[in-house]
């Protein structure tokens, strides 16, 4: 398949020369560039949550049954 991207001058010129020093079309060196980055991404698995747990600890003057008092509290009022 034919497309058309943009790359950035100096890591063009840094292709060209890698595939003049193997002897090798361009085309085989961004492709093989590709694949090994696709390779490398697809083996991560999916993303896994870790739960993690803390002890907290109530602060003085909070009271637990007194909503108010608690959003005061969060939101600096007191």
Do not use: H, N
Not at 49 to 54: A, H, I, P, V, Y
């Amino acid at each position: 398949m034919r497309t058309t991207i943009e790359i950035g001058d100096e890591l063009f010129r840094q292709a060209k020369r890698r595939a003049a020093d193997e002897g090798a079309p361009l085309r085989q060196i961004v492709e093989s560039a590709l694949r090994l980055y696709l390779s490398v991404r697809g083996k991560r698995g999916p993303y896994r949550f870790k739960w993690g747990t803390d002890r907290g600890r109530l602060l003085p003057g909070v009271v637990i049954e007194d909503r108010d008092s608690l959003f005061d509290i969060m939101e600096g009022r007191r």
